[in-house]
């Protein structure tokens, strides 16, 4: 059984930083690309970031390049997001996904998803 499973959030000031994690599961973890979404209240889930399961190509949404890096350990089955000088627009719950098939940056690309890990940035 798929199982993705996300840890690491938290409280961060403005400016801060906090790395969340996903735990995979149930498949083989290195044969997918796994992607980054969060979801603020009152809004729609949105892209964050992707890392390709083979070499490691990443891609990034606007609001997250150059301050945000997704990474993986295949021999761990994890994949990360460190997020750096945060603010409080990067306020949300953040899931991680396993990429199915199509554009990585859609929420329809993604076949399983994690339960999500509240990440809020607050002074």
């Known amino acids: 059984q798929v199982q993705l499973v996300e840890s690491g959030g938290g409280l961060a000031q403005p400016g801060g930083s906090l790395r969340v994690s996903c735990a995979a599961s149930?498949?083989?973890?290195?044969?997918?690309?796994m992607g980054w979404f969060r979801q603020a209240p009152g809004k729609e889930r949105e892209f964050v970031a992707y890392?390709?399961?083979?070499?490691?190509?990443?891609y990034y949404a606007d609001s997250a390049k150059g301050r945000f890096t997704i990474s993986r350990d295949n021999a761990k089955n994890t994949v990360y997001l460190q997020m750096n000088s945060l603010n409080p627009e990067d306020t949300a719950v953040y899931y991680c996904?396993?990429?199915?098939?199509?554009?990585?940056?859609?929420?329809?690309?993604?076949?399983?998803w994690g339960q999500g890990t509240q990440v809020t940035v607050s002074s």
């Open positions: 890392i390709s399961w083979n070499n490691g190509d990443t």
């Open positions: 996904a396993r990429h199915s098939q199509g554009d990585d940056r859609r929420v329809g690309s993604y076949d399983w």
């Open positions: 149930g498949f083989t973890f290195r044969s997918y690309g």
